[in-house]
């Protein structure tokens, strides 16, 4: 039996019942990507490098992938996820191996998917290896940090290269919430090595955040190097997860899933609403940092999708939103 498809997508079919040649049967795959080709630019040695192919499950059958391979041992392929549902998005992540090269690399990057129907996906990623700039770590990673604070991180930039009294002059960044400062540490025989020292301000939002600091260099060549910084930044109230998907329900079906609300400081649930009456989260009066809350799902009797939003509200006036998704699906 053939994937029903979902509105204009049901041409697909077509390429299937009446395809002569078999690039035809790729297409309903490379469709899912918009994006199949990225170079990387020029990074430093042992930088933390990687890009994510997004791809999006257009159907309403469930996309699997088999397996993903790639033609160079500079880039390793991983996914974010194997099965991907109806609508559901996942991404191939593909890291660019700085550690181990240097120069110019390309690869093609192989994703084989094996249902709903075998088919082939072919990406291209490309970049410069510098040999001359080491950075240590690869990457300013603040972990998971909170909202309310400075955190702190630094990095080195261990240059050995020929230009003659090499220095970095500036750093740009197009994230506002952190504040840079270079202090050069080593200059001698050719070598010159910086500590990178940022702070992530208290301004910040809530999330997950990831950007590039661009260092500036005196180096005609080559006067960027990107810096990749990442934050998982946490707010007074932390709801997990922010979205879910109950999947495919039967007419009358219920179901119950749990939303973990964490906070700073202990506090009470003060309120719990849905805006779609066949979702009823339950509350609790209990003051405390963790609070487990039941969400329940009773699908009505009209099939299709639903979607719905929960809201958390603390009696300190913290407030955080969940989305909640559903495909109710009459019983053969």
């Known amino acids: 039996m053939q994937p029903a498809l979902r509105l204009g997508f049901v041409l697909v079919l077509g390429f299937f019942a009446q395809a002569p040649h078999a690039a035809y049967a790729q297409k309903w795959a490379t469709d899912m990507f918009s994006v199949r080709e990225h170079n990387y630019g020029t990074v430093a040695k042992n930088s933390d490098t990687i890009y994510e192919f997004q791809f999006k499950n257009l159907y309403q059958e469930e996309v699997v992938i088999r397996s993903i391979r790639s033609s160079c041992g500079c880039i390793t392929p991983t996914y974010t996820k194997q099965r991907v549902g109806s609508l559901e998005t996942a991404a191939i992540v593909a890291k660019f191996n700085t550690d181990k090269f240097v120069g110019h690399r390309s690869a093609t990057i192989t994703v084989t998917f094996e249902k709903p129907y075998h088919a082939e ?3 291209k990623a490309s970049g410069q290896i510098r040999g001359d700039v080491v950075l240590e770590p690869g990457k300013l990673d603040f972990g998971s940090a909170t909202s309310f604070g400075e955190v702190r991180k630094s990095i080195v930039v261990d240059y050995r290269g020929n230009v003659a009294n090499w220095q970095i002059v500036d750093v740009t960044s197009t994230f506002p919430h952190v504040r840079v400062s270079l202090k050069e540490t080593q200059r001698q025989r050719g070598r010159v090595i910086y500590s990178v020292n940022v702070r992530l301000l208290p301004d910040v939002a809530a999330g997950f955040h990831q950007t590039d600091l661009m260092l500036i260099t005196n180096d005609p060549n080559n006067r960027e190097i990107p810096v990749t910084v990442s934050a998982n930044v946490l707010g007074p109230l932390q709801v997990i997860p922010l979205e879910f998907d109950l999947g495919n329900v039967e007419p009358g079906q219920q179901i119950t899933k749990h939303i973990l609300v964490r906070s700073a400081e202990q506090c009470q649930i003060s309120s719990a609403t849905a805006d779609n009456p066949a ?9 405390k940092n963790m609070h487990r809350i039941p969400i329940i799902f009773t699908a009505g009797p009209q099939a299709g ?10 009696s300190q006036g913290a407030t955080q939103s969940v989305a909640v998704h559903a495909n109710v699906v009459a019983g053969e």
């Open 121 to 123: 996906v072919q990406l």
């Open 279 to 287: 979702i009823v989260p339950t509350t609790t009066a209990e003051a």
């Open 305 to 314: 999708p639903i979607s719905a939003t929960v809201t958390i509200k603390t």
